[in-house]
T-cell receptor, first 115, second 112 residues
Framework: DAGVIQSPRHEVTEMGQEVTLRCKPI?????LFWYRQTMMRGLELLIY????????DSGMPEDRFSAKMPNASFSTLKIQPSEPRDSAVYFC?????????????FGPGTRLTVT | DAKTTQPTSMDCAEGRAANLPCNHS???????VYWYRQIHSQGPQYIIH???NNETNEMASLIITEDRKSSTLILPHATLRDTAVYYC?????????????FGKGTTLSVSS
């Protein structure tokens, strides 16, 4: 199995630009999570999907952030407009159990730098 | 308010057992204990989880005290590749909104 795939691995953009991060979960997994990691705040959950439906988006920082899961094999996290404080590593994770009851499998992450 | 307390850092010699403690004195009856680790520049990796019985898999063993207020993750024969930040997490599985909450974790350094 290829594991969770994220793209791009690195993204550098200027403040105000739109950024789209992509995730392909492990085939057959029906739960998908987006996390953000910074030195200051550690690893934070942004949003969680179950069967392509957003279940909990309470961690999404503000309206500039949006996430979609149009089908079971693809999800996007969009930031529009981006700001320097959005610089972080963004991880996508998937699980075969609802809510990630047991293990969650993480992708390699996308390192976002907003200048 | 952190649900778990872990030492900031630990050292271990290669080939020796690494015992990583975690205090979770306010754990409730339906909360599980999960362990993940994060190797530098990689995503977190699931290790093991348990409710009240000791658990073992190909990666590690999890020992939970009878009162469930603390636990220990044991890597039986640590290697250099086990150098990572180890996170102890307690949560009720399956509840929406109670996804993994990662604290500061323990930085384990394995040296030869």
């Amino acid at each position: 199995d290829a594991g969770v795939i994220q793209s791009p691995r690195h993204e550098v953009t200027e403040m105000g630009q739109e950024v789209t991060l992509r995730c392909k979960p492990i085939s057959g997994h029906n739960s998908l999570f987006w996390y953000r990691q910074t030195m200051m705040r550690g690893l934070e959950l942004l949003i969680y999907f179950n069967n392509n439906v957003p279940i909990d988006d309470s961690g999404m920082p503000e309206d500039r952030f949006s996430a979609k899961m149009p089908n079971a094999s693809f999800s996007t996290l969009k930031i529009q407009p981006s700001e320097p404080r959005d610089s972080a590593v963004y991880f996508c994770a998937s699980s075969s159990s609802p809510g990630g009851i047991y293990e969650q499998y993480f992708g390699p992450g996308t390192r976002l730098t907003v200048t | 308010d952190a649900k778990t307390t872990q030492p900031t850092s630990m050292d271990c010699a290669e080939g020796r057992a690494a015992n990583l403690p975690c205090n979770h004195s306010t754990i409730s009856g339906n909360e599980y204990v999960y362990w993940y680790r994060q190797i530098h520049s990689q995503g977190p990796q699931y290790i093991i989880h348990g409710l009240k019985n000791n658990e073992t898999n190909e990666m590690a063993s999890l020992i939970i005290t009878e009162d469930r207020k603390s636990s220990t993750l044991i890597l039986p024969h640590a290697t250099l590749r086990d150098t990572a930040v180890y996170y102890c997490i307690v949560r009720v599985p399956g509840q929406a909104g109670t996804a993994l909450i990662f604290g500061k974790g323990t930085t384990l350094s394995v040296s030869s």
